[in-house]
């Protein structure tokens, strides 16, 4: 047994709310803290996409809003999808409004988002009242949880350290809704606190519109993030079952070696 100081074992049993036990238990059975940005157009592509990359990931995020093709079909045979591979579902809707209307967008309108996906995430820009909103639509399920965007992968964005600091804050202060971070670095020392990193491809670089990207090992073995949210790197690639096994590989070998060094 390899030793486990600070893995996702032991947080998985210290954690109090079940999204973030339920997600580090499948990131240790599956081994693997890959997490598909499967940003496709059509509801058969994202099927398909979730469908050959279930095994390998811990959740898949979607962009709900960007098909060409929605209907309330999808949600459901994506959930099937998600139990049948074991992953978790997070859409990443980037919630920015007052707490009134992200209580509306959140769990009405024409994605019903609270009903089919587990994890969402949101701007703190707003405030609290933004998770009073959300938390006020899940009806008080203990199985939906929210991730704060702490930071962003781009070119000068505009969240300062004091930004930062203050979305800690606030997710500690909501720990019952709120189960971690979208952020390039570890922003916060609670265990309990999960990190999920955008902007990773297997070597470093950046895209014409301000995207920058950093390596699984950068971001998880140096910089001390959790899950790797992984896009185009996989969904580009003629061959993404090959791609997708790579990123894994290379994710969970970073793991590895930040917890038994
Ligand atoms: N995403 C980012 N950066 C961020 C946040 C979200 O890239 O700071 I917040 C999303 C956007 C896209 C995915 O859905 O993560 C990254 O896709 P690529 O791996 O294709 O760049």
Not at 121 to 143: T, V, Y
Request: charged share 25%.
């Amino acid at each position: 047994v390899r030793c486990d100081r600070g893995g996702y074992r032991k947080r998985a049993v210290l954690s109090k709310h079940l999204v973030t036990r339920k997600l580090f238990e499948i990131m240790e059975s599956k081994q693997t803290n890959l997490c598909l940005s499967a940003d496709v157009v059509s509801s058969a592509d994202l099927l398909d996409l979730a469908d050959t990359l279930g095994p390998l990931v811990c959740a898949v995020k979607t962009h709900i809003d960007i098909l060409d093709d929605f209907s309330p079909k999808v949600v459901d045979q994506l959930v099937e999808i998600a139990n049948k591979h074991n992953f978790l579902i997070f859409e990443d809707r980037k919630f920015a409004d007052i707490g009134n209307t992200v209580k509306s967008q959140y769990a009405g309108g024409a994605y019903k988002i609270s009903d089919w996906s587990d994890i969402t995430n949101a701007h703190s820009l707003p405030g609290s009242g933004i998770i009073e909103g959300l938390k006020a639509a899940s009806g008080g399920r203990k199985d939906r949880a929210c991730l704060l965007i702490a930071e962003m992968s781009t070119k000068n964005n505009l969240a300062n350290d004091v930004y930062k600091e203050a979305t800690v804050k606030m997710a500690e202060e909501h720990g019952d809704f709120v189960i971690g971070f979208i952020c390039t670095s570890k922003v916060s020392k609670n265990p309990q606190h999960v990190h999920f990193t955008p902007g990773v491809k297997l070597k470093p670089g950046k895209d014409a519109m301000g995207q920058q990207y950093l390596t699984p090992d950068e971001v998880i073995k140096n910089r001390g993030c959790d899950v790797i949210i992984v896009g185009r790197g996989i969904t580009d690639s003629a061959n993404r079952l090959q791609e997708a096994t790579a990123f894994r590989n290379a994710g969970w070998a970073a793991y590895v070696q930040r917890v038994s060094s």
